[in-house]
């Protein structure tokens, strides 16, 4: 069976595919052909390695994948390793040069939110099963919804371990911005008034390790008075950019 599906997965690729991740079905089953990136890394991340070393904040440091095989072979590292610590992630069910083929778990986490009629319910259980994740030593790297999965069985998984976040940094900065690009992800289904963000937070302090909440300090004191100088252009900037401002102002108490 193993070299059926992995002559029909080369077909595909030698064929041509318009993503880095392309679905791939086989016998009434769903799988994942992940193809090789190439060179990721450029000046502009040279210069924000420079910037986070200025800042002393390790958690903006720049963490593109490696090239190629490498890249490939390093997610499939993190995958492993991630799965011995009990969270749900995709198998490597096989991997030859240029890609690697990863089963399917489940559904998009970010459109069952759009589709379901309590979508707080579903990100506050993803908060739960983050801070699970950080509870075990692990991350995720990216840290949105866009990136997890609900499984068939209601549990939350977990995608794409592509980025080299533990090469530029430690653990707990690793899991701060996990949880701080999770809190962004989140603040479009908030009602406007902190409420949701607030509830993330809570459900993540009672897991969370405790060497996370300096990195989370450090940077809301620097981009407080950030918040200050844009909030006079806060409808002409991008949408990730006014996402993350309301959620620095969300979390000033946690300087207390």
Known sequence: M???????????????????????????????????????????????????GLLRCPMLRATVSDAMDDGLNAEARRLHKIATRGVRVPSVIAQRPGWILLDDIGDSLFEQINRHNDPQTLILK??????????????????????????????????DFEENVGEAMDASAAQARDILRFLISSVRFDGGDGALLRAIMEIYQDKSPSAVWPHIRGVIRWAIPLTFLLKPFRKKLGR????????IEALKGSLK
């Open 240 to 247: 990730d950019l006014r996402h993350a401002l309301l959620v």
């Open 126 to 159: 993803a908060a739960n099963a983050l801070s699970t994740l950080h509870q075990a030593g692990g991350w995720h790297g990216t840290g949105q919804l866009r990136d997890m999965i609900l499984c068939p069985d209601g549990e939350i998984g977990f995608i």
């Open 2 to 52: 193993e070299d059926k599906i992995v002559s029909a997965v080369q077909q595909t690729v030698d064929q041509g595919v318009g993503a880095r991740s392309v679905p791939f079905d086989w016998q009434g089953k769903r799988y994942w052909i992940k193809i090789a990136l190439r060179e990721q890394a450029n000046n502009w991340h040279r210069f924000q390695n420079l910037f986070a």
